[in-house]
Every structure is written in structure tokens, then in C-alpha cells.
């Protein structure tokens, strides 16, 4: 049997979100963590986009529209930048072992991890979910997929200075010699 570009899509999402599950079990003891209202407002962003990106019956009005006609050529590459994507996410993810948390936290023992795709960016793992995000719309060509990623890098983008502000307490100039030297989320550009 053939995989189709919306089945290559889903199976890499889907292994994604089990990367994630099976890591969540293996984090130190966190110490320190955001507002709640924050983890919400988080929370309730990233759900937006996965419901954009994802629930085919919002593809009405002009969140249906088409930003570029169906192409095969044009499906297949939205899953490789999809797949290169989800790679960077869980290579990040992997790197950052104990330490991760899908919130902003301060672990038990923290380390500031500066090594694998934290030599590029600051905020791999959004880097990586952003790459996803934008493969994904541009294999599905319509408006809801650019409406999921705008709110996926709106959420980020909030969620991100908190982080900066943890590790700089945290690591002090260990971490703004970092930031000064690594772009956020762009190697070399943002």
C-alpha cells in the first residue's frame, strides 16, 4: 500500500507526540515553574493551533482557501519540511533529557544544555515544531494551516522571554554570552 501525503503527515505527528509521552516520564523534579495563567494561555494557544492544523471541518469560509493549488510535488515537500521538522524537535528534545519540561521550568540540577541543535538556536525544539507546523500547511495549501502557524510562533513568542528569564537567573552570564553569540529560532537571522 502507497502512503499518501496526509498519512505520511499524520504517522510523523503522531510519533512526535509519543516521543514526547515516553519523555515526559524522565525529567528531574522541577523546582521552579511559570504562572499558571501562563501555562493556560500556552496551553489554550497550542491547542488553536493543533485544532487549525488539524480538524479538516474548519476549512470553511476563508480559512478554506487555498494558498496554493493541490500538487503532489507541492504535498510531498510540505512532509519533508514536515519530517525535517519533527527531526529537529525530537533531536532537541532528546538533548535536553532530564531537563525538559512543556513548561517553563527550573529543574532539580539544571544544566544549560549547549550542545546538538542548541548550537544553532536557542529554542530548537519551537524551531524544529515551526518547521513542522509550516510543512504541514504547505501540504494541506490552505488558509487554516497559515492561520495554525502564526499561532503557533504567537505562543512561542510568549512563551520564550520567560525561559530567557529563568536561564539567566539561572546561569547568569553564562547564559546572556549564549543568547548574545545564538539566535532564538533562526540560525543566524532571529
Do not use: C
Request: hydrophobic share 55%; net charge positive; charged share 15%.
Amino acid at each position: 500500500m502507497r502512503s499518501t501525503p496526509a498519512s505520511l503527515l499524520r504517522d510523523l505527528w503522531i510519533l512526535l507526540v509519543l516521543v514526547w509521552i515516553a519523555g515526559a516520564t524522565a525529567t528531574k523534579r522541577t523546582v521552579r515553574r511559570q504562572p499558571f495563567a501562563l501555562q493556560l494561555l500556552q496551553r489554550g494557544l497550542t491547542v488553536a493551533a493543533a485544532v487549525l492544523l488539524f480538524w479538516p471541518g474548519l476549512s470553511v469560509g476563508w480559512l478554506g482557501w487555498r494558498f496554493v493549488k493541490p500538487n503532489p510535488t507541492v504535498a510531498y515537500a510540505g512532509v519533508a519540511i514536515t519530517a525535517a521538522g519533527v527531526t529537529v524537535a525530537i533531536w532537541a528534545r532528546a538533548i535536553l533529557g532530564g531537563n525538559w519540561s512543556a513548561n517553563v521550568t527550573v529543574k532539580q540540577s539544571h544544566e544549560l544544555v549547549l550542545g546538538g541543535p542548541y548550537r544553532f538556536v536557542r529554542h530548537p525544539i519551537y524551531s524544529g515544531l515551526t518547521l513542522a507546523v509550516l510543512g504541514t500547511a504547505l501540504a494541506a495549501g490552505n488558509l487554516r494551516g497559515v492561520v495554525a502557524l502564526a499561532v503557533s510562533l504567537f505562543a512561542w513568542r510568549i512563551k520564550w522571554p520567560m525561559e530567557e528569564r529563568f536561564m539567566v537567573e539561572q546561569f547568569g552570564d553564562r547564559y546572556v554570552d549564549y543568547r548574545r553569540r545564538v539566535k532564538a529560532i533562526i540560525p543566524g537571522v532571529w
